[in-house]
C-alpha cells in the first residue's frame, strides 16, 4: 500500500496492512504540510508548494482509495474493522488540512502574486478551487471554533459509513423462503435457478429470495404471488428501520447527521447545509433549485397522473385488483407494458448476454472516441473482476479499468465508478488513470450443451453499464495533467452526471443494439420489430418516473434548506413529515405510512449527494441537450461532433466551469426542450 508507483496490489494487500500503511501516509503527509509552511518557507509558488502538495497527498489518497473500494466490494468483518479503525485518523487528518491557515495563506500567496498570470487556466483554477474549499472546510474560522468543526467532520464520516454498513446488513438479514412451487408462477427461469441455488439444500425443494437487486427486481416485476411480492416489498422498504433489529436502525444516525450537518452550515456562516452544498456546484441557489424541481414537476405531474390512472383501470379490468397496492406497482405495469407493446423485458433480457453487451459497448467508445478498448491483466480482488484498457489506435495506453459486474452478499448495492488512479504529469511522464466500474448484476445461471450459460442483462441493466461507463470515460479520457482538476476532479457535482447520462442514449440506437445482442439460445440478434416495440414503449410511464426522481431530489433539498432537525423536531414536525408535504405537492404514488425510504437513501446519507440529489435532473437537461448535437448531425456516430464532445467535455475535466465547457460545444447555454422531448412530455 505503500508503493504508489503502478497499479494496486490487490493480490498482496491484507486488512492487517491497513493500519500501519495508513498510519505511515499520514506522518510523511504531515511532515510535508510542517516543510510546507515553515516560518523560513520560501513565498508560495506552484512549484515549491501547490505541486509537491498535490503530489504528497495523493500518495495518501490514493492508499485510502484502495481501503474504501475494498470495504465497499469486499465487506468481510476484517476489512470493515480495518476501515472503520482509520477512518477517524484519515477523517482528522483531512479535517486539519482543511482548516490549516498556514496552507491557506500559501494559496492566497500565490492568487495575488504576479506568478499567478503565468499559470496555466488549469492551475489557475485548482488555486482558485483551493481557496474556495478551504473556507468551506473552516480555514476562516475562529481558533476556538475550529476543533468542533473537525470534530463533526470526523463523526460525520463514521455515520456514513455506519449508515451504509446497515443498510448492507439489513438487506443480508432478509430472506424469503418460499417451498410451495406454486409461489414461484410467472418468475423467470434463471430467477427461479438462481432463488434454488441460493436455498443450498439439495436435500428439500426449497428456494431463496433476498433483497438484491437480482432477486428482488423480478419478484416484484413477475411474481404472480401476492404474498411473495408483499413479502419482499415490505422487507426493502423497511430496511434499516426500526422494524428490523435496533443496531440497524438507521434513524438515530439520520437525525444526529442532520443535526452535524446544520451546526456545521453554522460555523460556516451559511444559513443552512444545502447552501453550503451549493457552493461549489453550477447551480447558484436554493431557490433556483427548487424553482427548477417545481417547473420540471408542473410539467411531468399531468403525465404521471394519467400514467397512474391507466395502470389503475388495466389493474382492475385485467388482473382484478380493485386496490392497487405498492407491491402491485411493478408487476401491473409489466403485464401493462406487455399488453399495450406485445413484449415482456423477461423476453428482451435473453437477447442481452454479457459478452454482446461488453462488446457492444466498447465498440460505441471505439467509434465515437477514436480509441481501442483491449483485455489486459492486473490483480483483482475477487474472481469476477476482468481489468481492461483503453489504448489510442497507435496503441499508446490511455487509460485502464476494472469491472467487477455481479452482485455479491458482501458488495454494497447499486452501481457506481470510482477512481484508482488520476492522470497527471510526474518527472517520469503521464501518469495514466485508472477507474473501477462497479454493478450488481446477476451472475450467470445454467448450463447448455454442458458449457454455463452467460448472464444475461435486462435493458435496463445494460443502460446502468452504460451510465457507469460515461463516468469512467470522463475520469480516463481526460487530458489534463494537473491532478486537481483531472477528470471528474474539480467538475461541479451537479454536472457530473452529464458524461453518465449521454452515454444511456446509445441503448436506444438499433444498430447498436443490434451488434450487442445475442439471443442466450439460438444466438440471434434482436428482431428489428422487438427493438420497434422497446422503442415506442421507451418513455412507458415516464411521468411517473420522473415525478419519482423530482420527489427524490426535492425532499432532500428541503431537508437540508427547510428543515431545522431540532427546532422543527421540538415542534413534532419530523423529517417524515418532510417527506409527506413533499409528496403532496409533486407526487401521484404515496407509499404506505410504514415506508422507511429515508432509512436506506445512500445517496445523501452516506454518499456525496446531500442536498444534490437534484443533479441527476440538472445534468439530465444538459446530457439530453449534448446528445441532440448528434441528432441535428443526423447520425449518433458523427465524426465531427464525438471530437467536439471529447475535446470540449471529457477531455477538460474539472479545468474551467462546466457550463464553459457546456456553451464551447453547445455554443449556447442549455434548454430543456431535449429531455422533455426525449422524455415523451413535447413532441418531437
Same mark, same amino acid.
Given at each position: ?149 473537525? =470534530?463533526?467532520?470526523?463523526? *460525520? @464520516? !463514521?455515520? +456514513?459509513?455506519? $449508515?451504509? #454498513?446497515?443498510? /448492507?446488513?439489513?438487506?443480508?438479514? &432478509? ?115 427548487? =424553482?427548477?424541481?417545481?417547473? *420540471? @414537476? !408542473?410539467? +411531468?405531474?399531468? $403525465?404521471? #397522473?394519467?400514467? /397512474?390512472?391507466?395502470?389503475?383501470? &388495466? ?370
Amino acid at each position: 500500500m505503500l508503493d504508489s508507483s503502478g497499479l494496486p496490489r490487490f493480490d498482496a494487500i491484507a486488512p492487517s496492512d491497513v493500519a500501519p500503511a495508513i498510519g505511515e501516509l499520514l506522518t510523511r503527509s504531515r511532515a510535508l504540510v510542517a516543510r510546507l509552511t515553515a516560518a523560513d518557507a520560501a513565498p508560495a509558488s506552484w512549484e515549491n508548494f501547490a505541486q509537491p502538495l498535490a503530489d504528497g497527498i495523493e500518495e495518501l489518497s490514493r492508499a485510502w482509495g484502495i481501503v474504501g473500494h475494498l470495504h465497499s466490494v469486499n465487506d468481510v468483518p476484517e476489512w470493515r474493522e480495518a476501515y472503520n479503525a482509520m477512518l477517524p485518523e484519515v477523517s482528522r487528518f483531512f479535517a486539519e488540512l482543511g482548516q490549516n491557515l498556514a496552507l491557506f495563506a500559501g494559496y492566497t500567496t500565490l492568487r495575488d502574486s504576479a506568478a499567478f498570470a503565468r499559470l496555466n487556466a488549469a492551475q489557475q483554477r485548482i488555486v482558485s478551487n483551493e481557496i474556495r474549499d478551504f473556507r468551506l472546510s473552516g480555514a476562516e474560522l475562529p481558533d476556538a471554533d475550529k476543533p468542533r468543526f473537525q =470534530a463533526i467532520q470526523e463523526e *460525520l @464520516a !463514521s455515520l +456514513a459509513a455506519k $449508515f451504509s #454498513e446497515n443498510v /448492507l446488513d439489513a438487506t443480508n438479514a &432478509f430472506a424469503e423462503i418460499v417451498t410451495d412451487p406454486a409461489e414461484l408462477a410467472g418468475l423467470p427461469a434463471d430467477v427461479v435457478d438462481a432463488a434454488r441455488a441460493a436455498a443450498g439444500d439439495s436435500a428439500s425443494d426449497a428456494w431463496k429470495f433476498t433483497l438484491h437487486m437480482p432477486s428482488y427486481l423480478p419478484v416484484l416485476q413477475y411474481a404472480d404471488s401476492r404474498r411473495l411480492r408483499q413479502s419482499l416489498y415490505r422487507g426493502h422498504a423497511t430496511r434499516a428501520s426500526e422494524f428490523g433489529p435496533a443496531e440497524l436502525d438507521n434513524t438515530p444516525l439520520i437525525r444526529r447527521i442532520l443535526e452535524l450537518r446544520q451546526e456545521e452550515a453554522r460555523l460556516l456562516g451559511f444559513a443552512n447545509y444545502a447552501e453550503v452544498s451549493l457552493a461549489p456546484k453550477m447551480a447558484e441557489s436554493t431557490e433556483q433549485v427548487a =424553482a427548477f424541481l417545481r417547473d *420540471l @414537476a !408542473s410539467k +411531468a405531474r399531468p $403525465f404521471a #397522473e394519467r400514467d /397512474l390512472a391507466e395502470l389503475k383501470e &388495466f389493474a382492475a379490468r385485467e388482473l382484478g385488483l380493485s386496490e392497487l397496492e405498492p407491491w402491485d406497482v411493478a408487476y401491473a405495469s409489466e403485464k401493462l407494458r406487455e399488453q399495450r407493446y406485445s413484449f415482456s423485458e423477461q423476453e428482451v433480457k435473453q437477447y442481452f448476454t454479457e459478452p454482446r453487451v461488453i462488446a457492444g459497448l466498447f465498440g460505441v467508445i471505439e467509434k465515437l472516441f477514436a480509441v481501442r478498448v483491449r483485455p489486459d491483466t492486473a490483480p483483482v480482488w475477487h474472481e469476477d473482476v476482468r481489468f481492461f484498457r483503453i489504448e489510442t489506435p497507435a496503441g499508446e495506453l490511455v487509460g485502464q479499468f476494472y469491472l467487477d459486474l455481479y452482485a455479491r452478499e458482501t458488495k454494497r448495492g447499486g452501481a457506481w465508478m470510482d477512481e484508482a488512479i488520476t492522470r497527471r504529469r510526474i518527472a517520469g511522464g503521464i501518469q495514466t488513470p485508472v477507474a473501477y466500474l462497479n454493478c450488481n448484476f446477476p451472475r450467470p445461471v445454467g448450463e447448455k450443451d454442458g458449457q454455463a450459460k452467460p448472464a444475461t442483462f435486462s435493458h435496463d441493466d445494460v443502460i446502468t453499464l452504460f451510465h457507469e461507463t460515461g463516468h469512467g470515460l470522463h475520469h480516463l479520457l481526460t487530458r489534463v495533467e494537473e491532478l486537481g482538476v483531472s477528470g471528474i476532479h474539480g467538475v461541479e457535482w451537479d454536472a457530473v452526471e452529464l458524461p453518465s447520462q449521454f452515454m444511456e442514449n446509445y441503448c436506444w440506437e438499433w444498430d447498436v443494439v443490434r451488434g450487442m445482442s445475442a439471443h442466450v439460445d439460438s444466438g440471434e440478434a434482436l428482431p428489428r420489430a422487438l427493438f420497434e416495440r422497446m422503442l415506442a414503449a421507451r418513455n412507458f410511464q415516464s411521468g411517473l418516473q420522473t415525478v419519482r426522481q423530482i420527489e427524490f431530489s426535492l425532499f432532500d433539498l428541503l431537508l437540508h434548506c427547510a428543515y431545522d432537525p431540532v427546532a422543527d423536531a421540538a415542534k413534532g414536525r419530523g423529517l417524515y413529515d418532510v417527506l409527506a408535504e413533499v409528496r403532496r405537492e409533486v407526487s401521484v404514488l404515496i407509499p404506505p405510512a410504514w415506508h422507511r425510504f429515508p432509512n436506506s437513501f445512500s445517496h445523501i446519507f452516506a454518499g456525496g449527494y446531500a442536498a444534490g440529489y437534484f443533479s441527476y435532473k440538472w445534468a439530465e437537461v444538459l446530457s439530453a441537450d449534448c446528445y441532440a448535437a448528434f441528432e441535428e448531425a443526423g447520425d449518433p456516430f458523427d465524426a465531427r461532433t464525438g471530437s467536439r464532445f471529447l475535446d470540449e467535455i471529457l477531455s477538460v475535466g474539472g479545468s474551467r466551469p462546466a457550463l464553459d465547457s457546456f456553451r464551447a460545444f453547445r455554443g449556447r447555454d442549455p434548454a430543456v426542450d431535449a429531455l422533455l422531448r426525449h422524455s415523451g412530455m413535447i413532441a418531437a
